[in-house]
């Protein structure tokens, strides 16, 4: 009797497939052998963040006051410097009443003629006196009402006109007119000059 060898079966792929996986290198294994890494750790919330604290400027300390001798404060650097006042403006001298020498300048065009009155002040405003032009000496009546002044001067060749304002007893602005139309009335200004009578201020005081 002759024997028949019967055809082998073939393995089929799911046993390879098995067989792989019980040695070790099937996809499941290499599942295995490469584990995941573990997760972060959850954050704290209780921890506290950390604030920045503010810079504080270096403080200095005052510079000592100034000592004189032994060891004593001086009264001058303690006490503040006080502000220069400015000086007093001097003034002229002051006067109560007209009487006095008056040191008159006539303002002619192209020079100034100096002369003087001498004036006595009367009551009610009458005034009479002098005035002396170079070598001649003529009288003159008038009045005053403590600003505006008028004085008559009897010249020689006629009456003579002056005129104006008197400011503090102590300045006199006006003008003189000779009357006669021949020429316009001159500028003139005065300044009392100091003397015992009519100033306030006394001589000898």
């Known amino acids: 009797m002759k024997h028949v060898r019967l055809p082998r079966p073939v393995p089929s792929l799911a ?5 792989a996986c019980a040695i070790g290198f099937g996809p ?18 209780t921890a506290r963040v950390a604030t920045p604290q503010p810079t504080l400027a270096p403080t200095t300390s ?13 009264d001058d650097a303690a006490k503040p410097t006080a502000a220069p006042a400015p000086s007093a403006t001097p003034t002229s001298p002051a006067f109560a009443t007209l009487d006095g020498t008056w040191e008159v300048q006539l303002q002619f065009i192209d020079h100034t003629e100096y002369s003087y009155l001498t004036i006595a002040q009367g009551a009610a405003g009458a005034i009479t006196g002098t005035w002396k032009v170079n ?6 009546e008038g009045t005053y009402d403590g600003r505006l002044i008028r004085m008559l001067v009897k010249e020689s060749e006629g009456n ?8 503090g007893a102590s300045d006199m602005v006006g003008n003189v007119d000779s009357g ?12 009392h000059r100091p003397s015992s009578k009519g100033s306030i201020f006394r001589k000898g005081v």
């Open 62 to 74: 005052p510079s000592p006051e100034p000592r004189g001798r032994k060891g004593k404060r001086s």
């Open 180 to 191: 006669t139309g021949k020429a316009d009335p001159t500028a003139f200004t005065a300044e």
């Open 135 to 140: 070598t001649k000496t003529f009288p003159f």
């Open 160 to 167: 003579v006109t002056m005129s104006g304002y008197v400011e």
């Open 15 to 19: 046993l390879f497939a098995a067989l």
């Open 28 to 45: 499941s294994a290499r599942a295995g052998a490469q584990s995941a890494p573990p997760p972060p750790p959850a954050p704290n919330a």
